[in-house]
Each structure stands twice: as C-alpha cells, then as structure tokens.
C-alpha cells in the first residue's frame, strides 16, 4: 500500500503565492520521479512540472519561471512552489510518484488532488 498527502491548495488573490506538499509513504523501495498535474474544468489532466531522483526538473511552458518544484528524498516530499498566480492557474492540482517497491518494474501512484482557486 503507498499513500500520498497533498497540502497547501486554498484560495489565493492573483498575483499571490502558495506551496505544496505531497508526502509519499507505505511500501516503497525508491521513487523515480514525482510531479504534479492539473485538470480544470471542462479540460484534460497535464503536467505542471516533474522532478526525478536525480534533480533533473520539468516545467510546462505556463508556469516556468513562476513554479518551483523541489524533492525531499529524505522524507519522500515533493513541493510545488507557486508564485504570481493567475486565474487560469485555477484547477484541482494531483501529486504523482513513479516508484520501485523491489525488482525492475516501475509503478505509478496518484494523490486525491487538492484544489487551488486563483480569484481576480
């Protein structure tokens, strides 16, 4: 069993910042890569920004230079910083891991989400 808790979504102005967090623990050998995505109403689930076990990061073009993303590997912890909200940043953000409990073979794990508003 693996577990992911997700904080730090709420309702900020435009132009604000929050941070969050996802906490990966349960039966876990070592994650690759952990990242987080978004979906919006009406929209397709996409990538926010990833981070593998190496500090190699990856941003999709909206956000870049306004995220951050960083990892924890210590506690298994990824953060997404987020600064210079806008409106359309508005979406239900999921947390998601890559992770090896023994052997070669490489799973896939989802948080709930945890929902972020961005009002005007």
């Known amino acids: 069993q693996v577990q992911l808790v997700e904080s730090g979504g709420g309702l900020v102005q435009a132009g604000g910042s929050l941070r969050l967090s996802c906490a990966a623990s349960?039966?876990?050998?070592?994650?690759?890569?952990m990242g987080w995505y978004r979906q919006a109403p009406g929209k397709q689930r996409e990538l926010v920004a990833a981070?593998?076990?190496?500090?190699?990061?990856n941003y999709a073009d909206s956000v870049k230079g306004r995220f951050t993303i960083s990892r924890d590997n210590a506690k298994n912890t990824v953060y997404l910083q987020m600064n210079s909200l806008k409106p359309e940043d508005t979406a239900v953000y999921y947390c998601?891991?890559?992770?090896?409990?023994?052997?070669?073979?490489?799973?896939?794990?989802w948080g709930q989400g945890t929902q972020v508003t961005v009002s005007s």
């Open positions: 998601k891991i890559n992770y090896y409990i023994r052997g070669p073979y490489e799973y896939e794990y």
């Open positions: 981070i593998t076990s190496a500090g190699t990061t």
């Open positions: 349960g039966s876990i050998f070592s994650i690759n890569s």
